[in-house]
């Protein structure tokens, strides 16, 4: 996953269907991304584990040992890019291989830490899916060549001052100069800087997200293909790089602030599938796209949001697993269990709260990957048909990320409370757990994803009111209550004269706990509640019984 997180929120406005079946029907769900026929599944499955085999074998060749520094882990997915066992394209041409190879960088780098799987994603999903959703056909085969050279790219949205809010804010400006027939890329200002760049130390290429301006006219954020580096691995002239500094976890990832002090860039450098400028300077739009360029740029983040929940979700699976086969043959003394001179009397694991806590766990996670799974299914049936998602698939994929982070988040911080020592010490995992950290504002930050969840909901009521229908369709009783009482709230707010900025952050405690509601909905209509997933695996028994 990325540790990058941006205000891009949805895409759904005036697109086509995505095809996806209403929530709840999870027959049809779960038959999404599979081929039609016994026989056509049966070669994919195949086909499937072999990629899965050979994959996961180069995997555990590049991560056999910790990278030395920064370089030599960049110089490892520089290989695995030139490998070429996941392509570049794969992200729209088998998207279900993509998501995976997400999750086995996840398991199987658990040792060293997020550096890498967030280099990864990085190239894979922002950098290369970038020009992917953007380029024109000079682009896609320059994308092709990078490939088969191993080239590694960033991508620089975030700007120091605009942090989670990159995307509604982006003050670094590309000005078209007739004159010149060039672009010239400006950060106007310290706070324009863009900030913690993933592999910007280490990167060729950058894929640089700036207000593109045209006759002296702001056309909004668009995405530049920028070399950061000459072939002698020069700074490009102008292009300004700083270290962001020793961070708590992956250290084997490099992340940049970078100044542009006036770049020049060739007209060819901006993403051009869906947009021009012409020689004159005068800004086109090209083949009926609805959507901004900012959400189109987004695109990339909806995938990126469901890697992120699943390498959260991964992680906190490898950290349970791992910690409960310690727990299982690790004995300790507990009264009831065995006289004082005893020397074990039960595992560590059959202690009760322990026992409690992975039952609970247990359940959660199966509830938890099915839900996942789903919404992979549908993202990656949208993606194959070159669609964009609806607006019900974009609300899902927030969901997902926003829960799967949370429940790692927590479900982590409680087994590290009740492991005594075992949780102190390096190459458990537990050193690594900052990266969950790095998924709450990662693509799109959870906080910023729920105040949009609980926007959606108010304005739901409002609907439902003015229809005269008592319950928005699709809400449960519990949100549909929670979000009458957010909207009388703002009401109140209003008649004293409250401006709705203010208003909303008068309630914001309201707001989240309606955004909480509304999202465990989602997954209960997608999946089932979590009554539909008790049958946990744990087996030991009681203390007290052994
Ligand atoms: C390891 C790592 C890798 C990264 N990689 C990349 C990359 O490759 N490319 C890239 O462009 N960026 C990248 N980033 C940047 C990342 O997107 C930002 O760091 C992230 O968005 C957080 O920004 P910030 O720390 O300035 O948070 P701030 O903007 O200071 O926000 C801090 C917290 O305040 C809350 N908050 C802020 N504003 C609001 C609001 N309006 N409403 C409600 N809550 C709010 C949120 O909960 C947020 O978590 C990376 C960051 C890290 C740490």
Redesign the pocket.
């Known amino acids: 996953m990325?540790?990058?997180?941006?205000?891009i929120l949805s895409s759904a406005r005036g697109t086509r269907t995505s095809g996806i079946p209403p929530p709840g029907d999870r027959g049809a769900m779960s038959t999404l991304s599979q081929p039609e026929s016994n026989s056509e599944r049966g070669v994919a499955d195949v086909e499937r584990a072999k990629w899965r085999a050979t994959y996961s074998a180069t995997l555990g060749q590049v991560l056999a040992t910790p990278a030395a520094d920064v370089r030599d882990s960049a110089e490892r997915l520089s290989g695995l890019v030139r490998a070429g066992l996941l392509k570049f394209s794969d992200l729209r041409e088998n998207p279900d291989r993509f998501f995976e190879a997400h999750r086995l960088l996840v398991n199987h780098g658990f040792e060293q830490g997020?550096g890498f799987s967030?280099r990864f994603t990085?190239e894979y999903n922002?950098f290369a899916g970038t020009v992917l959703e953007l380029g024109g056909p000079a682009h896609l085969a320059a994308l092709e060549r990078m490939q088969a050279d191993g080239t590694l790219g960033?991508?620089?949205?975030?700007?120091?001052?605009?942090?989670?809010?990159?995307g509604l804010v982006v003050q670094t400006t590309a000005t078209w100069l007739p004159e010149e027939a060039r672009f010239l890329l400006r950060t106007p200002h310290d706070g324009a800087c863009?900030?913690?760049?993933?592999?910007?130390l280490t990167a060729t290429k950058a894929v640089v997200?700036a207000d593109l301006i045209t006759r002296g006219t702001s056309r909004g954020p668009h995405a530049f293909l920028v070399d950061l580096r000459d072939a002698h691995g020069n700074p490009t002239p102008g292009v300004v790089l700083g270290d962001?500094g020793e961070?708590t976890t992956?250290n084997d990832?490099d992340?940049a602030n970078i100044r542009f002090d006036d770049v020049w860039l060739a007209r060819e450098t901006l993403l051009d599938r869906h947009c021009d400028v012409t020689p004159a300077g005068d800004y086109t739009h090209r083949g009926g796209e609805v959507l901004s360029n900012m959400e189109l740029i987004g695109q990339r983040l909806f995938t990126g949001r469901v890697a992120v929940a699943q390498g959260a979700h991964e992680f906190r699976r490898r950290l349970f697993r791992r910690t409960r086969s310690h727990n299982d043959a690790k004995p300790c003394w507990a009264p009831g269990g065995g006289s004082h001179s005893a020397k074990t009397t039960v595992m560590l694991s059959a202690v009760p709260q322990l026992r409690a806590l992975y039952a609970e766990a247990d359940a959660s996670e199966a509830r938890m990957s099915a839900f996942l799974a789903a919404v992979e299914a549908a993202l990656c049936n949208v993606l194959r048909r070159g669609e964009r998602p609806s607006a019900a698939l974009v609300e899902a994929v927030a969901a997902a990320k926003v829960k799967a982070v949370d429940e790692a988040i927590d479900f982590c911080h409680r087994l590290r409370q009740e492991v005594g020592s075992y949780a102190l010490m390096a190459g458990t995992g537990f050193e690594h757990t900052d990266f969950l950290?790095?998924c709450?504002?990662?693509?799109g930050?959870?906080?910023?994803l729920m105040?949009k969840v609980a926007r959606d909901r108010v304005k739901s009521v409002a609907a439902a009111k003015q229809a005269e229908r008592p319950v928005p369709d699709g809400m449960s009783p519990r949100e549909a209550a929670a979000a009458a009482e957010l909207a009388r709230g703002l009401s109140a707010s209003a008649a004293r004269g409250v401006k709705p900025a203010e208003a909303w952050e008068e309630h914001?405690v309201n707001a989240y706990a309606l955004a909480a509601v509304a999202i465990e909905n989602i997954v209960t209509r997608w999946v089932g509640g979590p009554g539909a997933f008790t049958q946990s695996t744990w087996r030991s028994q009681a203390a007290s019984k052994l």
């Open positions: 990325s540790g990058s997180g941006y205000a997020p967030i990085v922002l960033c991508f620089a949205l975030t700007e120091r001052l605009a942090g989670v809010n990159s863009k900030n913690w760049i993933s592999q910007g997200v962001m961070k992956g990832l992340n950290q790095c709450k504002f990662a693509e930050d959870s906080r910023i105040m914001w």
